[in-house]
């Protein structure tokens, strides 16, 4: 049984490189379509997100920690969370901003 599959592979192994490489190129081209592009275009989403936050604003971290810039440097923000607490983060730990409640009447 070995020797006839060797026999048969054998016939085609002078085929043509096109036919080798093609379907590599074309997995490339759908893994680069499925997912590098839409991780680029959230990460110019989050970085526009990022460089429009000001003082006041209410952010959420990557934690889960609400609260409001007080200030911010180009590395750091420090966030007012309550009770007179305020903690520092990296800038990169703020992953979006929340919208304030509003008051109820």
């Not at 839409?38 to 609400?66: H, N, W, Y």
């Amino acid at each position: 049984m070995l020797p006839l599959i060797i026999a048969q592979s054998d016939t085609g192994s002078s085929g043509n490189i096109l036919s080798l490489v093609l379907p590599l190129v074309l997995l490339g081209g759908i893994f680069w379509v499925l997912f590098i592009l839409p991780q680029r275009r959230r990460m110019k989403a989050v970085d526009a997100m990022r460089s429009s936050l000001e003082v006041g604003d209410e952010v959420r971290t990557v934690g889960g920690i609400i609260g409001t810039i007080q200030r911010m440097d180009d590395d750091e923000v420090t966030l007012d969370v309550g009770g007179g607490t305020t903690l520092r983060f990296a800038s990169r730990a703020v992953a979006d901003k929340t919208s304030p409640p509003e008051p109820s009447e």
